[in-house]
């Protein structure tokens, strides 16, 4: 069941007696938490109904004997545990969740693992509650997560602005949803969210960042990533090497890719690579203007210059030398 349907049917008065949300992706698992913890008592019935243990503090014993109570001057009363992962001896939860009672909504974050799919505990859960297994989110799936975000928040973003965003903060559900509320406050009446706006409020650079970088690279304009490096050496903050090198090897994979379908339109590149139809340009013209050699030899020199950046075969080099003697390779290459 979806993190969606859960709160629609919280919001319909329709409960399971357990719930355990497990997995990695800890943002749906605390938008679930959060929920769970102010929406489903109203105020005056959570000061009697309300318990929230956290797994490193709590005993099992304790977490059972408050699922155990009755509600008071209510329906039913929540009981939350939160970041289980830590709890000891969480498997003598069983005999509570095998015979729970019906007027106690349970409700369990397990965050970063799961539980063993062959154990008592696994089978009880499917039995008898409810499990929602995360995962994390592809890359590739980042800017169309983020721009229903926006969208589910009645506002629009520009798709510079999106990869901005995206590239800049990557696979962090939690803060790219945080930077959105954050810049949706500044915009005021105005409902659509602009590069400008990316740059005043979160703090990126819109003509110094990953994306331009990569624009440089696409279009061999040496000056331009010269220019790009200066900045990210005097502001090392704005983007480290451990992310610049990622994302160019990102696109120059998928570039790669391109090679093996010759024929098909773009529409159908785009959608077996994986990225939005609006960027394919920038992957095609990268294909043209380095061919097939080089973006080969373009795939090796980020392998060989990631691993100088962490020091194996190297002697010590700064950063932005590193990648400056990159670009120029790269450009040159064939």
């Given at each position: 069941m979806s993190v969606e349907k859960i709160i629609g049917n919280w919001k319909k008065k329709l409960f399971k007696p357990v719930y355990w949300f497990e997995g990695e992706?800890?943002?749906?698992?605390?938008?679930?938490?959060?929920?769970?913890?102010?929406?489903?008592?109203?105020?005056?019935?959570?000061?009697?109904?309300?318990?929230?243990?956290?797994?490193?503090?709590?005993?099992?014993?304790s977490v059972t004997n408050a699922c155990m109570r009755y509600p008071m001057f209510a329906e039913r009363q929540v009981v939350l545990l939160k970041e289980a992962q830590q709890m000891r001896d969480v498997e003598k939860l069983e005999p509570y969740i095998n015979n729970p009672l019906s007027s106690t909504v349970f409700i369990v974050s397990y965050k970063e693992k799961k539980v063993d799919g062959r154990s008592k505990l696994?089978?009880?859960?499917?039995?008898?509650?409810?499990?929602?297994?995360?995962?994390?989110?592809?890359?590739?799936?980042?800017?169309?997560?983020?721009?229903?975000?926006?969208?589910?928040?009645?506002?629009?973003?520009?798709?510079?602005?999106?990869?901005?965003?995206?590239?800049?903060?990557?696979?962090?559900?939690s803060r790219i949803d945080n930077e959105v509320n954050k810049m949706l406050v500044n915009l005021g009446t105005r409902k659509n969210i602009t590069e400008d706006d990316i740059e005043s409020f979160v703090g990126i650079s819109k003509e110094y960042n990953v994306f331009e970088l990569q624009d440089a690279f696409v279009k061999k304009d040496l000056a331009k990533a010269i220019r790009i490096i200066q900045y990210f050496e005097a502001n090392p903050k704005a983007a480290p090497i451990q992310l610049i090198l990622p994302s160019l090897y990102n696109f120059f994979s998928k570039t790669y890719l391109?090679?093996?379908?010759?024929?098909?339109?773009?529409?159908?590149?785009?959608?077996?690579?994986?990225?939005?139809?609006?960027?394919?340009?920038?992957?095609?013209?990268?294909?043209?203007?380095?061919?097939?050699?080089?973006v080969e030899?373009?795939?090796?020199?980020?392998?060989?210059?990631?691993?100088?950046?962490?020091?194996?075969?190297?002697?010590?080099?700064?950063?932005?030398?590193?990648?400056?003697?990159?670009?120029?390779?790269?450009?040159?290459?064939?």
């Open positions: 992706e800890s943002y749906y698992i605390d938008k679930l938490m959060d929920y769970a913890e102010h929406h489903i008592l109203t105020d005056s019935e959570a000061s009697f109904n309300l318990s929230v243990f956290y797994g490193k503090d709590a005993e099992w014993a696994a089978k009880l859960l499917k039995e008898k509650g409810e499990v929602l297994t995360t995962k994390k989110m592809y890359d590739s799936q980042l800017p169309e997560w983020a721009n229903e975000l926006v969208r589910s928040k009645g506002c629009t973003i520009s798709q510079k602005a999106l990869m901005l965003l995206v590239d800049h903060i990557g696979n962090d559900l391109i090679f093996g379908q010759l024929g098909a339109d773009e529409k159908t590149i785009a959608a077996n690579l994986g990225v939005n139809p609006y960027f394919m340009k920038d992957y095609m013209a990268a294909a043209r203007n380095y061919n097939y050699e080089g030899a373009a795939l090796l020199l980020l392998h060989n210059y990631n691993l100088k950046s962490l020091g194996v075969n190297s002697i010590a080099q700064e950063d932005a030398s590193l990648l400056k003697e990159m670009a120029v390779k790269i450009m040159t290459a064939i």
